[in-house]
């Protein structure tokens, strides 16, 4: 499918609606609703403490929110069985700061990973993963630029290999939906914006819809298609990334310039 097609094809991926959840009084999330389509590029800023890793475990089932709901496309028929909930995870993933690989495995190992939840569970425990899984895998390391790399050990890939070979088991798991939060944050300018470049490359040839954490606004206008900001758990700011401009900036960082979360102590 060409970049044109994928467009034409975009529908609603992921709906998030109401999502809240409050630790002790203090409330992380208070509200959030919005929906991403496959094929969008989404920027999720915010100040520090605004929500977005929580937001992130929220959606993936990490987090147990306290009221609100995702939906993904086509999911009507939830069920709640083991099966159909691997199957949910399996739609939704997620690439973080750190700690993403199994450090004792390597690159390609850790690229499998994103096929198990393709396999019998035995099968995936014993890693007799099959010929088709193997290749796609390489494959997905090819894409990433790290085919070269395919066995060395996790643990000895730099912070930017490392965030590649997250990105390529997602590519492997054959995602509908990926959740970035902080890609970035460790890594030099250039590497930046190879894992940027990357996110966005998988969004429009595979139609995928992503959702990056950043704390870098010139990163956000530079490479997402819509900035959402989020500030004590409630969106402030729902914009197409041309238009976030100076007056956006300061609704999102510039304290007070935003409605107070009354659950939250002053
Ligand atoms: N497990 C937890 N227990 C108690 N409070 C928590 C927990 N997880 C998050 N919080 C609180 O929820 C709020 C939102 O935290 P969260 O980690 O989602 O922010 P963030 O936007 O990801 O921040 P950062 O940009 O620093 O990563 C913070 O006030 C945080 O202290
Ligand atoms: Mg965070």
Not at 143 to 171: C, K, M, N, W
């Amino acid at each position: 499918m060409n970049i044109r097609e994928a467009a034409q094809e975009r529908t609603t991926a992921l709906r998030v609606s109401g999502m809240t959840k409050a630790f002790g009084p203090r409330r992380a999330l208070d509200g959030v609703s919005f929906d991403v389509d496959s094929g969008e590029f989404v920027a999720l800023l915010g100040p520090s403490g605004a929500g977005k890793t929580t937001l992130f475990r929220c959606i993936t089932g990490l987090a147990r929110p306290d009221r609100g709901s995702v939906q993904l496309a086509n999911d009507e028929n939830r069920g709640e069985t083991r099966g159909s909930r691997r199957c949910e995870r399996r739609r939704v993933a997620v690439v973080f700061q750190q700690f993403n690989l199994i450090s004792r495995l390597t690159a390609l190992q850790n690229v499998l990973a994103g096929r198990l939840g393709f396999v019998p569970v035995w099968r995936g425990f014993l890693r007799c993963f099959s010929r088709a899984d193997r290749i796609l895998a390489l494959e997905c390391l090819d894409r990433v630029g790290l085919l070269g790399h395919a066995g060395q050990r996790a643990d000895t890939l730099s912070g930017g290999q490392q965030q590649r070979v997250a990105i390529a088991r997602a590519l492997a798991q054959r995602a509908e939906v990926v959740l970035a939060d902080e890609p970035v944050a460790s890594l030099d300018p250039q590497a930046s914006a190879g894992i940027l470049e990357l996110l966005r490359g998988i969004c429009q040839e595979n139609n995928v819809a992503v959702i990056c954490s950043l704390h870098q606004v010139h990163l956000a206008r530079e490479y997402a298609d819509r900035i959402i900001g989020l500030d004590q758990g409630r969106i402030v700011v729902d914009v197409p990334a041309a238009a976030f401009d100076g007056g956006a900036i300061s609704r999102l960082y510039q304290p007070g310039a935003t409605v107070k979360n009354s659950s939250k102590p002053d």
